[in-house]
């Protein structure tokens, strides 16, 4: 079989092993139907503003946003990974895209989204989606925080009823808008949009259950309508069903839309995967998703929204919230809340017509102070400076620069600060010198952050004959660590020491047996599985075998003395106990023999060690 045939084959699997088993057919009609139809029309009237909403601030219109809650909305439940999932037009996806509208046109973006479903699906068949949720929590609260300032941003100038250069940075266009407003104030959609936002953020805050966005967007609508006022709004939508074309790709553009392709995967799985996860949570009682599975109707959902007009969608986690907490158990909540949209959107057509941009920008002003969960980004600036500063440079950089670039140098910063204080918990001790034997404790990971540290731990040797390396508390070893162990080594043995290592574990063999270490020492009989019998053959190889005791295992020595059987098998080496003669075991008057613990505080450490 050729290479790429055994690639088709494993793809071909990888794909069947995502597609929806057939109890989940059954489970929606046996599982709380009544229930789960009454979370999806929940759903239904809350998204309808926000799906309008996010539509006109992408550029693309009113209509891209109602089509992709309901056609990405269907396709990603029923093919989705999880069961409470509610997929459409998100805020995060609609900061990023008008500034690709502006770049690259409408049919530009359709094709980047179809080429992003396209990832999406590689990427879920692969199994790899699992690695997506490892992005630190600081750097996702970062792109959050960030996202809400562009959404924010992205409505000054409708707020202020001025109009706005689209390839602009968000934050450089309010500031024009502002500045216009100055010269030409149009005070009529700062009051809708003011109130808007207000009624929205108050009402959701005292009475949640109800949908104030929607009735505050029809109260504005009604007003404008009987006092004549004259502001912008969304305009007559084009028949519903849409019908569904592929006119828009433009084949010889594909190349140069990678970049934006790109950025809309990683938003969607990022925001994907995330919002699953708090529906997990928030359901509880065993519920999981499958992250694979859900990038796969993720990218299912953008393969097929573009052909009937919709723009790149991901799943919402704000709606997603709404529907676990009306009470969904299954995808027919989800379903529910497609369909809702569609009859809503063909029954409300004339109304929707009429609704001011103002009142939509209000809308979104509340949805972007919401995201703003202040207690949480608080709580990661008690944590750790480090989080602090990883989130608040994530946000800062997804706000001016670019989400992707912010997402990189986070991830980034973040690892290099997990690294370091990784790097601070290796220890390289001196915890025994008995005679002419040093003994060292290494303790944590031996990689390449540590390297340059500990290598000076041993700039002198110490004032021994031998020195024995105690490794049992060392968790990891990579290439770098092993290097640095047989530098020290090599470095000790040249000034004439004698070096033995006891209790290397099995999984560190390979990477000491690579450099060399492993084999040398083990000819030499320098390598032990525990403390005390390293310390006997230090003993031996210096030539104080006749001071020191035959060992026998369950048997700790101290001072070339027996102390008895210790709690986990032989005991390490200790100082500081009281001598009670060659070959007699430390007991107290009245134990019947049994023996004790030293009564010298650091023969006790020696021990608990």
Same mark, same amino acid.
């Given at each position: 079989?050729?290479?790429?045939?055994?690639?088709?084959?494993?793809?071909?699997?990888?794909?069947?092993?995502?597609?929806?088993?057939?109890?989940?057919?059954?489970?929606?009609?046996?599982?709380?139907?009544?229930?789960?139809?009454?979370?999806?029309?929940?759903?239904?009237?809350?998204?309808?503003?926000?799906?309008?909403?996010?539509?006109?601030?992408?550029?693309?219109?009113?209509?891209?946003?109602?089509?992709?809650?309901?056609?990405?909305?269907?396709?990603?439940?029923?093919?989705?990974?999880?069961?409470?999932?509610?997929?459409?037009?998100?805020?995060?996806?609609?900061?990023?895209?008008?500034?690709?509208?502006?770049?690259?046109?409408?049919?530009?973006?359709?094709?980047?989204?179809?080429?992003?479903?396209?990832?999406?699906?590689?990427?879920?068949?692969?199994?790899?989606?699992?690695?997506?949720?490892?992005?630190?929590?600081?750097?996702?609260?970062?792109?959050?925080?960030?996202?809400?300032?562009?959404?924010?941003?992205?409505?000054?100038?409708?707020?202020?009823?001025?109009?706005?250069?689209?390839?602009?940075?968000?934050?450089?266009?309010?500031?024009?808008?502002?500045?216009?407003?100055?010269?030409?104030?149009?005070?009529?959609?700062?009051?809708?949009?003011?109130?808007?936002?207000?009624? +929205? /953020?108050? &009402? $959701?805050?005292?009475?949640?259950?109800?949908?104030?966005? *929607?009735? %505050?967007?029809?109260? !504005? #609508? =009604?007003?404008?309508?009987?006092?004549?006022?004259?502001?912008?709004?969304?305009?007559?939508?084009?028949?519903?069903?849409?019908?569904?074309?592929?006119?828009?790709?433009?084949?010889?553009?594909?190349? +140069? /839309?990678? &970049? $934006?392709?790109?950025?809309?995967?990683?938003?969607?799985? *990022?925001? %994907?995967?995330?919002? !699953? #996860? =708090?529906?997990?949570?928030?359901?509880?009682?065993?519920?999981?998703?499958?992250?694979?599975?859900?990038?796969?109707?993720?990218?299912?959902?953008?393969?097929?929204?573009?052909?009937?007009?919709?723009?790149?969608?991901?799943? $919402?986690?704000?709606?997603?919230?709404?529907?676990?907490?009306?009470?969904?158990?299954?995808?027919?909540?989800?379903?529910?809340?497609?369909?809702?949209?569609?009859?809503?959107?063909?029954?409300?057509?004339?109304?929707?017509?009429?609704?001011?941009?103002?009142?939509?920008?209000?809308?979104?002003?509340?949805?972007?102070?919401?995201?703003?969960?202040?207690?949480?980004?608080?709580?990661?600036?008690?944590?750790?400076?480090?989080?602090?500063?990883?989130?608040?440079?994530?946000?800062?950089?997804?706000?001016?620069?670019?989400?992707?670039?912010?997402?990189?140098?986070?991830?980034?910063?973040?690892?290099?600060?997990?690294?370091?204080?990784?790097?601070?918990?290796?220890?390289?001790?001196?915890?025994?010198?008995?005679?002419?034997?040093?003994?060292?404790?290494?303790?944590?990971?031996?990689?390449?952050?540590?390297?340059?540290?500990?290598?000076?731990?041993?700039?002198?040797?110490?004032?021994?004959?031998?020195?024995?390396?105690?490794?049992?508390?060392?968790?990891?070893?990579?290439?770098?660590?092993?290097?640095?162990?047989?530098?020290?080594?090599?470095?000790?043995?040249?000034?004439?020491?004698?070096?033995?290592?006891?209790?290397?574990?099995?999984?560190?063999?390979?990477?000491?047996?690579?450099?060399?270490?492993?084999?040398?020492?083990?000819?030499?009989?320098?390598?032990?599985?525990?403390?005390?019998?390293?310390?006997?053959?230090?003993?031996?190889?210096?030539?104080?075998?006749?001071?020191?005791?035959?060992?026998?295992?369950?048997?700790?020595?101290?001072?070339?003395?027996?102390?008895?059987?210790?709690?986990?098998?032989?005991?390490?080496?200790?100082?500081?106990?009281?001598?009670?003669?060659?070959?007699?075991?430390?007991?107290?008057?009245?134990?019947?023999?049994?023996?004790?613990?030293?009564?010298?505080?650091?023969?006790?450490?020696?021990?608990?060690?």
């Amino acid at each position: 079989m050729s290479v790429m045939s055994y690639v088709a084959a494993a793809a071909t699997r990888g794909f069947r092993g995502l597609l929806p088993p057939r109890s989940e057919f059954t489970e929606l009609v046996r599982d709380h139907p009544k229930r789960n139809l009454t979370a999806g029309v929940t759903v239904a009237i809350i998204a309808l503003p926000l799906a309008l909403g996010y539509g006109v601030a992408s550029g693309l219109g009113a209509a891209a946003g109602l089509t992709t809650a309901i056609v990405a909305g269907a396709v990603a439940a029923f093919f989705g990974g999880s069961n409470l999932q509610v997929s459409g037009p998100t805020g995060a996806m609609t900061a990023v895209l008008a500034p690709m509208v502006a770049a690259y046109g409408i049919g530009g973006v359709f094709t980047a989204a179809m080429l992003a479903g396209l990832m999406l699906v590689l990427v879920a068949t692969t199994g790899i989606a699992r690695y997506v949720r490892l992005i630190p929590a600081p750097v996702v609260e970062g792109f959050t925080a960030g996202i809400a300032g562009i959404i924010f941003f992205q409505q000054i100038p409708i707020l202020l009823g001025q109009s706005a250069d689209p390839t602009q940075k968000v934050t450089v266009g309010a500031w024009h808008s502002a500045l216009s407003f100055v010269d030409t104030p149009r005070w009529t959609p700062v009051l809708i949009a003011v109130s808007v936002a207000a009624v +929205t /953020l108050i &009402g $959701a805050h005292r009475w949640p259950k109800i949908p104030f966005s *929607l009735l %505050s967007i029809i109260a !504005a #609508t =009604v007003i404008v309508g009987v006092f004549g006022l004259n502001t912008a709004e969304i305009g007559a939508l084009p028949a519903m069903p849409p019908t569904p074309s592929a006119s828009f790709l433009e084949w010889s553009a594909i190349p +140069t /839309l990678g &970049g $934006a392709a790109v950025t809309i995967a990683v938003i969607c799985a *990022l925001e %994907s995967l995330l919002s !699953a #996860t =708090v529906a997990d949570r928030m359901r509880g009682k065993g519920s999981r998703h499958d992250p694979n599975r859900e990038l796969f109707g993720q990218g299912l959902a953008n393969l097929v929204a573009p052909l009937f007009g919709g723009m790149p969608a991901s799943a $919402a986690i704000s709606r997603t919230a709404v529907n676990v907490r009306a009470g969904a158990t299954s995808r027919l909540s989800a379903l529910t809340h497609a369909v809702g949209l569609g009859v809503l959107a063909i029954a409300a057509a004339p109304l929707v017509a009429h609704i001011p941009l103002a009142a939509l920008a209000g809308v979104l002003i509340a949805t972007a102070i919401r995201m703003l969960e202040l207690g949480v980004l608080r709580t990661f600036g008690k944590v750790s400076r480090a989080d602090g500063v990883v989130m608040l440079l994530t946000a800062v950089l997804t706000l001016v620069h670019d989400l992707l670039a912010a997402i990189a140098i986070g991830v980034a910063v973040a690892g290099i600060s997990a690294i370091r204080q990784i790097a601070a918990a290796t220890r390289a001790e001196r915890v025994g010198h008995e005679g002419d034997i040093a003994t060292f404790r290494l303790d944590g990971p031996l990689f390449f952050a540590v390297t340059h540290r500990l290598l000076h731990t041993f700039d002198e040797p110490p004032p021994s004959g031998a020195v024995v390396f105690r490794c049992a508390k060392v968790s990891t070893i990579d290439s770098s660590g092993a290097l640095l162990l047989r530098d020290v080594i090599e470095a000790l043995e040249s000034a004439g020491k004698h070096v033995h290592l006891a209790g290397v574990r099995e999984d560190h063999h390979r990477a000491l047996t690579a450099v060399g270490v492993l084999p040398r020492l083990a000819e030499t009989g320098r390598v032990h599985p525990h403390t005390p019998a390293a310390m006997a053959a230090a003993r031996r190889q210096l030539g104080l075998a006749a001071l020191a005791p035959a060992f026998r295992p369950g048997t700790a020595v101290v001072r070339g003395r027996e102390t008895g059987v210790t709690r986990d098998g032989p005991a390490t080496m200790c100082t500081g106990a009281v001598p009670t003669g060659r070959g007699r075991r430390l007991s107290a008057p009245g134990t019947g023999g049994r023996p004790r613990m030293a009564a010298d505080p650091l023969a006790r450490k020696a021990f608990a060690s």
